[in-house]
């Protein structure tokens, strides 16, 4: 089944600076790679998503890259602000399951 | 509903009880999923729905977990002779037929004593 990998574990950035978290998955059928955003005892919500046939994708201050020769992934958050704050997640499909990554905790510092 | 529906919100229960949790996914979604988090971990798949059926429940730790869908759309997952390693958010997701976003429920904490 699918692995998913997922770097660092948690990161503190000053607010206004760029944050990066990656992601390594292990089956190369997989197709789908969205990125959750999970604050404290809320639900994971869906933020971005990219497909396998596309190499970049933006929306607004929050990029995610794919490499599918590498297998992996990365989430780039521009301008951090204190609501950025929260646990990320990784997750990889290539059918109907998505399999998740540990999650990162991001603390961004006012 | 505008959606996923999960009741209740937090259960605690003693060991060896008996619990059911529930998910209302959102309408005319197709396919249902259960995930387990437990504290400082990703989401970890235990079942998933199309329609009526159960087509992948690889996920299911032991026989004391059972989920069903009867009618298509509300899931209810069982869980029989509670542990305290059963301790855990319990999430639904659903996810229509020409969508693969998969939109979470809050979630049902579970508290096994």
């Known amino acids: 089944g699918e692995n998913v990998e997922q770097h660092p574990s948690t990161l503190s950035v000053q607010e206004g600076d760029s944050a990066v978290i990656k992601c390594t998955y292990s089956?190369?059928?997989?197709?789908?790679f969205p990125w959750y955003k999970q604050e404290l005892g809320k639900r994971p919500q869906l933020i971005i998503d990219?497909?396998?046939?596309?190499g970049e994708k933006k929306d607004q201050r929050i990029a995610v890259t794919l490499n599918k020769t590498a297998k992996h992934f990365s989430l780039h958050i521009t301008e951090t602000q204190p609501e950025d704050s929260a646990v990320y997640f990784c997750?990889?499909?290539?059918?109907?399951?998505?399999?998740f990554g540990k999650g990162t905790k991001l603390s961004v510092i006012p | 509903g505008a959606g996923v529906s999960q009741t209740p919100s937090n259960k605690v229960t003693e060991k060896g009880k008996y619990v059911e949790l529930r998910c209302d996914p959102i309408?005319?979604?197709?396919?249902l999923y259960w995930y387990r988090q437990s504290l400082g971990q990703g989401p970890e798949f235990l079942i998933y729905?199309?329609?009526?059926?159960?087509?992948?429940d690889s996920g299911l730790p032991n026989d004391r977990f059972f989920a069903v869908r009867p009618e298509g759309s509300v899931s209810t997952l069982k869980i029989q002779r509670t542990e305290r390693g059963d301790s855990a958010v319990y999430l639904c997701?659903?996810?229509?037929?020409?969508?693969?976003?998969?939109?979470f429920g809050s979630g049902t904490q579970l508290s096994v004593l």
């Open positions: 997750a990889a499909s290539g059918s109907y399951q998505l399999t």
């Open positions: 089956d190369s059928a997989s197709n789908y």
């Open positions: 990219i497909r396998s046939n596309v």
């Open positions: 309408s005319g979604h197709t396919a």
């Open positions: 729905f199309q329609g009526t059926g159960a087509a992948d």
């Open positions: 997701a659903s996810i229509g037929i020409y969508l693969e976003k998969l939109f």
